[in-house]
Nanobody
Framework: QVQLVESGGGLVQPGGSLRLSCVAS????????VGWYRQAPGKQRELVAG???????SYADSVKGRFTISRDNAKNTVYLQMNSLKPEDTAVYYC???????????WGQGTQVTVSS
């Protein structure tokens, strides 16, 4: 059974940093494109960053230059380094495999990121 577990969220002041982790079990993440998504209260879930099996990356305009997605295939983990955090980055962050129109796993519980002074 495929399971994705997100961690690393927390409360941080504006301008701060966090690193999120997405650990998979039951599947080798290395062969899939993986995306980090976020959902703020009252808003739809949106894709913020993606990384292909060939390590090409893409980012939403709102996080470009501040967030970096990476993967460690040996640890079956995908990371999201978030720098220069803003209050508008506050959301629950999720990871999943596949594309936004067709994710390949059940959504996990996510990890809460709160940016506030």
């Amino acid at each position: 059974q495929v399971q994705l577990v997100e961690s690393g969220g927390g409360l941080v002041q504006p301008g701060g940093s966090l690193r999120l982790s997405c650990v998979a079990s039951g599947v080798a993440l290395s062969v899939f494109r993986v995306g980090w998504y976020r959902q703020a209260p009252g808003k739809q879930r949106e894709l913020v960053a993606g990384i292909s099996s060939g390590l090409s990356t893409s980012y939403a305009d709102s996080v470009k230059g501040r967030f970096t997605i990476s993967r460690d295939n040996a640890k079956n983990t995908v990371y999201l380094q978030m720098n220069s955090l803003k209050p508008e980055d506050t959301a629950v962050y999720y990871c999943n495999m596949g594309s936004p129109v067709r994710v390949l796993a059940d959504w996990g519980q996510g990890t809460q990121v709160t940016v506030s002074s």
